[in-house]
Nanobody, 123 residues
Framework: QVQLVESGGGLVQAGGSLRLSCAAS????????MGWFRQAPGKEREFVAA????????YYADSVKGRFTISRDNANNTVYLQMNSLNPEDTAVYYC????????????????WGQGTQVTVSS
């Protein structure tokens, strides 16, 4: 069992930055690929970024490539999403998830989800 808790969301002006964290409890965190997803009002949840269990491979949606960076610290059971050059289209609830496998196309159906953290970017 893995519990995921996101933090770091908030209100930021366009062009600004935020760093999201996802703290995991459970001894098997390092067994999973980790992904970040987001859901804007009235839209479906979409893939944002993912990282392999070792951290050696990272994947990004085209919409965030070059602006967002995903990383993980297996010693501290935490995955991060550094978000730079934010724009209003990035406004959404951001979720982290633990999955068996992730690639550039997304992740296998996640086994665990966090509760989400709101990111709002003002113009």
């Amino acid at each position: 069992q893995v519990q995921l808790v996101e933090s770091g969301g908030g209100l930021v002006q366009a062009g600004g930055s935020l760093r999201l964290s996802c703290a995991a409890s459970g001894r098997t965190f390092s067994n999973y690929a980790m992904g970040w997803f987001r859901q804007a009002p009235g839209k479906e949840r979409e893939f944002v970024a993912a990282i392999s269990w070792s951290g050696g491979n990272t994947y990004y949606a085209d919409s965030v490539k070059g602006r967002f960076t995903i990383s993980r610290d297996n010693a501290n059971n935490t995955v991060y999403l550094q978000m730079n050059s934010l724009n209003p289209e990035d406004t959404a609830v951001y979720y982290c998830a633990a999955a068996d496998y992730c690639s550039g196309y997304g992740c296998s159906p996640p086994r665990y989800w966090g509760q989400g953290t709101q990111v709002t970017v003002s113009s």
